[in-house]
C-alpha cells in the first residue's frame, strides 16, 4: 500500500522560513515523479514544483521560483519543499503526490498517489 505523508506546515510570518517533507512508503522511488500542490481556499489546486527522482531534474511555478526549492533524499523516500521569504498568498493547504510515470505535469489527474496535505499560514 503507497502512502505519502506530508509534514512541516505551519504558521510562518512574511519573510521567514519554512521546510515540508513529504515521505512515501510502499513504493521505491526509483522511477518517479513527487509534484507539491497547493490549494487556498475557493481556489484550485495549482502545482507549485515537482522533481523526478532519477536524475533530479525540477520545475517551478513562475510564482514560486527563487523562493521555493524541492529536493529529495531516495535513501529516505523523502522529498522537501524548502520555502524561504514566504507570502501571505501562499497561504495554503500543500499536497505531495506521486506520478509513477515520472512526467511532472500540472495536471491533477495524472497522480495517482496523493497525501493528506499539510497546512501553511503565511503572515505576521
Known amino acids: 500500500q503507497v502512502q505519502l505523508v506530508e509534514s512541516g506546515g505551519e504558521l510562518v510570518q512574511p519573510g521567514g522560513s519554512l521546510r515540508l517533507s513529504c515521505v512515501v512508503s510502499?513504493?521505491?522511488?526509483?522511477?518517479?515523479?513527487i509534484a507539491w500542490f497547493r490549494q487556498a481556499p475557493g481556489k484550485e489546486r495549482e502545482g507549485v514544483s515537482c522533481?523526478?527522482?532519477?536524475?533530479?531534474?525540477?520545475n517551478y511555478a513562475d510564482s514560486v521560483k527563487g523562493r521555493f526549492t524541492i529536493s529529495k533524499d531516495n535513501a529516505k523516500s523523502t522529498v522537501f519543499l524548502q520555502m524561504s521569504s514566504p507570502k501571505p498568498e501562499d497561504t495554503a493547504v500543500y499536497y505531495c503526490?506521486?506520478?509513477?510515470?515520472?512526467?511532472?505535469?500540472?495536471?491533477?489527474?495524472?497522480?495517482?498517489?496523493w497525501g493528506q496535505g499539510t497546512q501553511v499560514t503565511v503572515s505576521s
Open positions: 503526490a506521486l506520478d509513477v510515470q515520472s512526467r511532472c505535469s500540472e495536471d491533477t489527474r495524472i497522480y495517482r498517489y
Open positions: 510502499g513504493l521505491r522511488l526509483g522511477y518517479s515523479a
Open positions: 522533481i523526478r527522482t532519477n536524475g533530479g531534474s525540477t
